[in-house]
């Protein structure tokens, strides 16, 4: 049964994204990301904190995905910012310990890069809303196991599956899973009338090559 719930959260999840706002696909007419780069999605899953049922859905997703792959979590520590709230959520959910990390060190009082009370050995997870190349997510699970905890993965809301993502991640050995991802978002697009059919393979093309989109 777990499994199965697990195997439908892509699809709910991104129809969630989809209904507030809080992912919008352009195919024809693309985005320019603050990199100059142009992009037929705009992600921001923090709308998804203005909505309780949504909220709940993916703090509910995400427990689920802790308990079934990594059931030996002993902490939930939320990525700065948008990682912040639903670690919350989480680690209540789970009745477990809440950290967060900072996207840099403090620059008074204790300096600290991650708040929080945390041992030496403990087992962390980190929450993530948005992974796209998995940069900053990377450098926030490295803090982690740096100070000392066993970083057991990380999770997150919604990723657009760029190869080299997955290769970093890969690469640090640290597990990621997502709630949602693009080709899901894609799917349910389409399936509720907000692409065209003949969209999906300009979408699709985009992933594949990001940086030649819409030249």
């Not at 009745?95 to 600290?112: E, I």
């Not at 796209?132 to 803090?143: D, E, M, P």
Request: charged share 20%.
């Amino acid at each position: 049964m777990l499994e199965a719930g697990l195997n439908k959260l892509p699809g709910r999840i991104a129809e969630h994204l989809l209904n507030i706002g809080a992912v919008a696909l352009r195919p024809t007419d693309p985005f320019t990301w603050s990199s100059g780069m142009k992009s037929p999605i705009y992600c921001d899953n923090r709308l998804t904190m203005s909505y309780p049922e949504v909220r709940d859905t993916i703090a509910e997703g995400f427990a689920a995905v802790i308990r079934d792959r990594f059931p030996d979590c002993e902490a939930v520590a939320g990525i700065a910012t948008g990682g912040i709230p639903h670690a919350a959520w989480v680690a209540q959910k789970l009745g477990l310990p809440m950290l967060y990390v900072r996207d840099k060190a403090k620059g008074h009082g204790k300096t600290n890069l991650i708040e929080g009370c945390y041992t030496a050995g403990q087992k962390v997870v980190l929450i993530e809303d948005l992974v796209s190349t998995g940069g900053s997510s990377l450098k926030a699970a490295v803090a982690v196991r740096e100070a000392g905890c066993e970083v057991l993965g990380t999770v997150a809301i919604f990723t657009y599956e760029f190869p080299q993502a997955a290769a970093a991640f890969e690469e640090q050995h640290i597990p990621l899973h997502t709630l949602s991802n693009y080709t899901a978002l894609i799917d349910t697009a389409l399936s509720l009338g907000k692409i065209r059919k003949e969209d999906v393979a300009l979408l699709k093309s985009w992933r594949e090559d990001p940086q030649s989109f819409g030249q």
